[in-house]
T-cell receptor, first 114, second 113 residues
Framework: AQSVTQLGSHVSVSEGALVLLRCNYS??????LFWYVQYPNQGLQLLLK??????LVKGINGFEAEFKKSETSFHLTKPSAHMSDAAEYFC????????????FGSGTQLTVLP | KAGVTQTPRYLIKTRGQQVTLSCSPI?????VSWYQQTPGQGLQFLFE???????NKGNFPGRFSGRQFSNSRSEMNVSTLELGDSALYLC????????????FGPGTRLLVL
């Protein structure tokens, strides 16, 4: 079985500062990894995904994540936070054979301070 | 392409009633998955349908059921509602290939009184 741990349920950064949201996964087989963002009263929007191609994945809105197998991590970063980045972020994992069953982390609420 | 649509967006029911939620996937997507989102339990997988067949089911009681039609539209049903069923129910569709992105709808917010 796979699992996801997101360290820090709440993260605050100043506008223009680096955003770092942490995600560690557990999987007995090579995983597919995803980051989704959720704005209030909305569904989930895909930011980026890792599917065993490049380990550094670039997504939308300036976000990127690096897959580190040795650390079982897939942390999300953005060099410069914008007020519009304030939202809840979810890391998710799926494994081959059950690619439509996503296992989500508990989420990280990002606050961007002016 | 139109995105995933879910109806209704908001619903209020009382304990003991049943409810049916609907999901229309992105055109061409044959896989539909359902998730429940609550503050306490987070996002949890309910079930997945592909070609009108349930292929995967999460750890939920039998009161939660679903189906998929030949046009890939899906419905989920919750019978004998409990207060704890209050949640945001999200539907996601995909092309059903390994690693394929699941695209989520806006969700149906269910409140059980």
């Amino acid at each position: 079985a796979q699992s996801v741990t997101q360290l820090g349920s709440h993260v605050s950064v100043s506008e223009g500062a680096l955003v770092l949201l942490r995600c560690n996964y557990s999987s007995s087989v090579p995983p597919y990894l995803f980051w989704y963002v959720q704005y209030p009263n909305q569904g989930l929007q895909l930011l980026l995904k890792y599917t065993s191609a490049a380990t550094l994945v670039k997504g939308i809105n300036g976000f990127e994540a690096e897959f580190k197998k040795s650390e079982t991590s897939f942390h999300l970063t953005k060099p410069s936070a914008h007020m519009s980045d304030a939202a809840e972020y979810f890391c998710a994992v799926s494994v081959s054979g059950s690619a439509r069953q996503l296992t989500f982390g508990s989420g990280t609420q990002l606050t961007v301070l002016p | 392409k139109a995105g995933v649509t879910q109806t209704p967006r908001y619903l209020i029911k009382t304990r003991g009633q049943q409810v049916t939620l609907s999901c229309s996937p992105i055109s061409g997507h044959r896989s539909v998955s359902w998730y429940q989102q609550t503050p306490g339990q987070g996002l949890q997988f309910l079930f997945e349908y592909f070609s009108e067949t349930q292929r995967n089911k999460g750890n939920f009681p039998g009161r939660f059921s679903g189906r998929q039609f030949s046009n890939s539209r899906s419905e989920m049903n919750v019978s004998t509602l409990e207060l704890g069923d209050s949640a945001l129910y999200l539907c996601a569709s995909s092309l059903a290939t390994p690693g394929e992105t699941q695209y989520f709808g806006p969700g149906t917010r269910l409140l059980v009184l």
